[in-house]
């Protein structure tokens, strides 16, 4: 049988547990919702920007 030895050091493996915390929390969020409403909510976002964010009309036409 082979062992594995684990050479991380405290701080490494507290990090990496935050990092699967993290990583489980996103998933969830973003489970949480459907795709409808992830685009109804950034359709919301959009229309709450002012017009300076808009596609300048470049050119003739």
Known sequence: RAYVVD?????????DEQM????ER???????????????????YLSKLSEHHDIPKVGPG
């Open 7 to 15: 050479n991380r050091t405290a701080a490494e493996k507290r990090y």
């Open 20 to 23: 699967e915390k993290n990583q």
């Open 26 to 44: 996103q998933i969830q969020k973003m489970a949480s919702k459907s795709h409808r409403d992830k685009v109804r909510d950034f359709n919301e």
